[in-house]
T-cell receptor
Framework: NAGVTQTPKFQVLKTGQSMTLQCAQD?????MYWYRQDPGMGLRLIYY???????DKGEVPNGYNVSRLNKREFSLRLESAAPSQTSVYFC??????????????FGPGTRLTVL | QQQVKQSPQSLIVQKGGIPIINCAYE??????FPWYQQFPGKGPALLIA?????SEKKEGRFTISFNKSAKQFSLHIMDSQPGDSATYFC??????????FGKGTKLTVNP
């Protein structure tokens, strides 16, 4: 099992460019999440998907869109990148059937720089 | 609104010391309190978790202490090692709600 995989690992964008961050999990989890991590700010939830076909906003959704393509894949799109979106992005998945509580499994992250 | 307050933001100890990281919460509906460990360049991973029906849980050198009346819980690392240097996140969850994370503590264990 690869767990949660993310592509790309690193990306540099110019202001105004668009890109999609890809995430896939092979654990048959229902729920998937996108977080951003900035120094001193912890993990901030951008969007999540409780199950295939549903998505909901998290704490910091502005400037982002998501697509739950199928049960395995959950992508994050930046339509017009801004320097404030420079961050490390983590995808995670979870399933409450796992130990009965929401154990989240994280991917390795994508380090994004917007110039 | 920060639902889980974590302190300190950073912590430096010598090898063999016992770093303690504290978290506090307000929501009495929380009934699951995990800690995640994140090494540099990696994603966070579940380290240890506790439910409020016990006051302490140990796994190896890691111990969670839980004080339900004070709505506080803490992580202790016994005999800390340089390999324990990482960022630690506390979290909380209740009912059908999502996990809520603290802001993290960067721990450095010097040789």
């Amino acid at each position: 099992n690869a767990g949660v995989t993310q592509t790309p690992k690193f990306q540099v964008l110019k202001t105004g460019q668009s890109m999609t961050l890809q995430c896939a999990q092979d654990m048959n989890h229902n729920s998937m999440y996108w977080y951003r991590q900035d120094p001193g700010m912890g993990l901030r939830l951008i969007y999540y998907s409780a199950s295939e076909g549903t998505t909901d906003k998290g704490e910091v959704p502005n400037g982002y869109n998501v697509s739950r393509l199928n049960k395995r894949e959950f992508s994050l799109r930046l339509e017009s990148a801004a320097p404030s979106q420079t961050s490390v992005y983590f995808c995670a998945s979870s399933d409450r059937r796992d130990r009965g509580r929401d154990t989240q499994y994280f991917g390795p992250g994508t380090r994004l720089t917007v110039l | 609104q920060q639902q889980v307050k974590q302190s300190p933001q950073s912590l430096i100890v010598q090898k063999g010391g016992i770093p303690i990281i504290n978290c506090a919460y307000e929501n009495t509906a929380f009934d699951y309190f995990p800690w995640y460990q994140q090494f540099p360049g990696k994603g966070p991973a579940l380290l240890i978790a506790i439910r409020p029906d016990v006051s302490e849980k140990k796994e190896g050198r890691f111990t969670i202490s839980f004080n339900k009346s004070a709505k506080q819980f803490s992580l202790h690392i016994m005999d800390s090692q340089p390999g324990d240097s990482a960022t630690y996140f506390c979290a909380a969850q209740g009912g059908s709600e999502k996990l809520v994370f603290g802001k993290g503590t960067k721990l450095t264990v010097n040789p």
